[in-house]
């Protein structure tokens, strides 16, 4: 949502403001000068003692300090040099101050935005965290504040140019700044409220097996009955076969045993997907200190590593997708609107009165309410059609609880001597729920995904439920024990793509739907043989072979030609080996052929619904036509189509669309053409005649169902195949040789375009390439680091 701020409100502003300030000569020049120093000495204050940061020929920070404190005082300080504007639009998007910057004159993204954060409370949470801290963990985020706040202080370069561009100069950083990030990846990553109102919605037009045949893949889940009295409507049998919509956060990753290796010892390989962007999200650094050394992925405002390595421990992340956030309706008391019913008797909202400062306008009040079960939501395009009259909304979620010591388990981890620190140091994680894989030296390889998960005493969390009769609370967490988890697994690996980390048999609710398995399913394909290299692991995660593909085709290609143009698609396509490769016209054809065909099947019964439905969803469509031909029928026509109409119907809508972009000659088509890495600056990629500058769009391999992600918004009249999601950052950790662990981000290091390092690693992260964060001062050296050294100044001394 931040992002969506940002392109349709400061795109404008881009226009506006800079094209008419500067002339090309001055525009060039003023670029140059924000560029940040990468060599030399800078004399800063709130550093104990000298220290030495030597970045690498791709301008990777490699930071050696005396003291953990100086190590992080010194991130905050790189950090600030290269992402300031990422820095400052996160904090501002989870402390709900986007207005403050852009106002309302573009549209009201921002104020709603704000709206939702300041309701959630995510800020004063974030405060709350930093409160609670122990001494240890207060201290590496209080040093990180002071580098980003010297560097604030001392530059000698101009502002980046989106604070140029904004007239905008910004605070000093705050521990909270921080943590602010955390919530907001724990609200991403758990949004699972978004699923439950559509079921809310969709159940009111739906049939129960209706629904089943969209989403044919997805286990009944136990049902629940909302009260009568809400919604007139009984779901105890829709509930039981109503799945999730499916999921926009996705990550690989897998470890291997020793005994499944080439070196003896464990691999282990993550690549996170996230929406692209540029600069991207992640930003790889290392940090050495006499007690403490840690390399990998950073976040630029966080000041601890949130995927990598430490000398003897490894560790990687995917997203469980469990459920671990509920909606309860509330219901007012009608004596007295201030007050709500609980099981006890009526009691009061908890309220507080917000401001929020909007640029150009006057500023806004908003009235808060918190009930027994969280913050109540006020966005009318959340609750509408869900809570009735004289009820409201509230949202349960570990991640806004009292006590979060997330950034605390981050803490512990980074610090973990072996595998069995690592699973004391996730006994403190809250939230997201995440899969996490973990190796060390020693050769013992874990899988746990610790979280706080919530045990109902009712339902299954999959619709909104009665929040005053206290039938479906909770009634606490599942034990940390018997979280999913195991060590050291027989078969010599542990794989999760997102799949189902438990069987039926678990005997807790996790939760009831889960994504495909495909790219596991490929996964587990690949590690048939017996023992893999770095290199072999490495290859593994730029593999392009789409399962789904291969399972549709045969049930697709039962249609009979009818064309010389769609003769010659079947024809390439019953060649294809299902490999999303960007130099090859069978991905286009395919993929836009099921596009049309979910569009055919489903657009014509769902209505308003289809929109927020359409996705490629293989799985609907096998069943549709192993199954379920009915879909096949377009009910709004006198006849009664069949499903070799349909296929035929969507392949020749399919073929006349790429045409029109692509011109006749399917043999000149290509994947690439049309699925490009969305690597786009939000803001300064829009100003016309420079956005050329700033583009950093490259044609790629994969698809939604490799394990080379590359998701599409197929919904997209424009671009309905460009590349939006995707693996941003892939590791890949050598527990042999820790120095040996392979890194690649999407960009390069820098958020300035005029810089060599914005764009310096895109076709190496394009094509599978790989960078070690190792070596020693002297070996860097020899490679051409450039060296900076921050040198304490004297607290007498102004400059």
């Given at each position: 949502m931040i992002r969506r701020v940002l392109v349709v409100v400061l795109a404008v502003l881009a226009l506006v403001v800079l094209v008419p300030a500067v002339g090309a000569g001055g525009f060039l020049l003023w670029m140059r000068e924000q560029t940040p120093a990468y060599s030399g000495s800078a004399s800063v204050p709130g550093l104990d003692r000298p220290v030495e940061i030597l970045r690498d020929r791709h301008a990777i920070p490699h930071i050696f300090a005396a003291t953990e404190r100086d190590a992080y005082f010194a991130l905050g300080y790189v950090h600030a040099q290269d992402r300031l504007w990422q820095m400052e639009t996160m904090r501002r998007g989870g402390a709900g101050r986007l207005s403050e910057l852009v106002g309302t004159r573009f549209g009201d993204w921002a104020l709603r935005l704000d709206r939702s954060m300041r309701t959630?409370?995510?800020?004063?949470?974030?405060?709350?965290?930093?409160?609670?801290?122990?001494?240890?963990?207060?201290?590496?985020f209080d040093s990180y504040a002071a580098g980003v706040n010297a560097w604030m202080e001392t530059h000698t370069e101009a502002l980046p140019i989106e604070f140029q561009l904004l007239r905008h100069t910004p605070e000093l950083w705050r521990p909270a700044d921080s943590i602010v990030w955390g919530k907001l990846m724990a609200l991403q990553l758990s949004g699972n409220m978004y699923d439950e109102l559509f079921r809310a919605r969709a159940l009111q037009s739906l049939s129960p097996e209706q629904v089943q045949d969209l989403f044919p893949t997805n286990p009944p889940g136990a049902p629940v009955t909302l009260a009568a009295e809400l919604r007139g409507m009984d779901l105890t049998?829709?509930?039981?076969?109503?799945?999730?919509?499916?999921?926009d956060t996705a990550s690989?990753?897998?470890?291997?045993?020793g005994k499944r290796t080439t070196t003896g010892k464990p691999i282990l390989a993550n690549d996170p997907h996230l929406g692209l962007e540029a600069p991207i999200l992640w930003y790889l650094a290392r940090i050495d200190t006499p007690n403490h050394s840690v390399a990998g992925a950073t976040i630029p405002g966080v000041p601890l590593t949130i995927l990598g390595h430490n000398r003897t421990v490894a560790w990687g992340f995917t997203?469980?997708?469990?459920?671990?956030?509920?909606?309860?309706?509330?219901?007012?008391?009608?004596?007295?609107?201030t007050r709500y019913i609980t099981p006890d008797g009526p009691k009061p909202f908890d309220t507080r009165t917000e401001t929020i400062k909007v640029a150009g306008q006057p500023d806004e009040t908003l009235t808060v309410r918190e009930t027994r079960h969280g913050p109540v939501l006020t966005s009318p395009d959340l609750v509408a059609g869900v809570a009735p009259?004289?009820?409201v909304l509230a949202l349960a979620f570990p991640g806004l609880t009292a006590r979060d010591t997330s950034p605390e388990a981050l803490y512990r981890l980074n610090h973990a001597a072996d595998a069995e620190a690592v699973r004391e140091a996730l006994f403190l994680h809250v939230a997201p729920q995440q899969n996490v894989v973990y190796a060390d030296t020693a050769g013992t390889v874990g899988f746990l995904s610790p979280a706080l998960v919530p045990v109902r005493r009712a339902g299954d969390g999959r619709v909104p439920v009665p929040g005053w009769t206290g039938e479906y609370d909770w009634v606490g967490y599942i034990p940390f024990d018997a979280l999913p988890q195991a060590i050291d697994p027989p078969a010599g690996q542990f794989v999760?793509?997102?799949?189902?980390?438990?069987?039926?048999n678990y005997p807790y609710l996790l939760g009831s739907d889960w994504p495909d398995p495909a790219r596991a399913q490929r996964i587990g394909q690949m590690l048939e043989k017996e023992q893999f290299s770095?290199?072999?692991?490495?290859?593994?995660?730029?593999?392009?072979?789409s399962l789904p593909a291969r399972d549709l085709l045969p049930l697709m290609l039962t249609v009979p030609p009818d064309g010389k143009q769609m003769a010659e698609a079947l024809d390439l396509l019953k060649g294809w080996d299902g490999r999303m490769v960007r130099d090859r016209p069978e991905p286009l054809i395919f993929d836009w052929w099921l596009?049309?065909?979910?569009?055919?099947l489903f657009a014509d019964k769902l209505g308003t619904l289809f929109l927020p439905y359409w996705d490629l969803r293989p799985r609907a469509i096998q069943h549709v036509l192993a199954e379920a031909p009915q879909w096949c029928d377009d009910i709004t026509t006198p006849a009664k189509e069949t499903c070799a109409v349909a296929l035929a119907g969507a392949l020749k809508s399919a073929l006349a669309q790429i045409e029109r972009r692509r011109g006749p000659n399917l043999a000149s088509w290509r994947w690439g053409d049309e699925h490009k890495a969305d690597l786009t600056h939000r803001l300064l990629g829009r100003i016309p005649l420079l956005n050329q500058m700033f583009d950093l769009t490259i044609e790629t391999d994969g698809g939604a169902f490799t394990v080379n992600r590359g998701t599409t918004r197929v919904r997209d009249p424009q671009n309905p195949f460009a590349h939006v999601h995707g693996a941003g950052l892939r590791a890949v950790y050598d527990l042999s040789d820790l120095g040996n662990s392979r890194f690649m981000i999407a960009t390069g290091q820098s958020g300035n375009p005029f810089s060599p390092h914005w764009g310096d690693l895109v076709r190496s992260w394009r094509d599978g390439g790989t960078l070690r964060l190792s070596g020693d001062r002297g070996a860097l050296a020899a490679e051409g680091a450039r060296l900076l050294t921050l040198i304490p100044r004297d607290p007498g001394k102004s400059s």
């Open positions: 959630l409370g995510v800020y004063r949470r974030a405060e709350a965290v930093y409160e609670d801290m122990p001494p240890d963990v207060r201290g590496a049998r829709a509930l039981a076969a109503l799945p999730n919509l499916g999921f690989n990753e897998w470890a291997l045993t997203t469980t997708h469990s459920d671990t956030e509920d909606l309860f309706i509330e219901k007012i008391d009608p004596q007295d609107p009259e004289g009820h999760n793509a997102n799949n189902a980390v438990v069987g039926p770095v290199e072999d692991v490495v290859s593994q995660q730029m593999d392009t072979v596009r049309e065909l979910v569009r055919t």
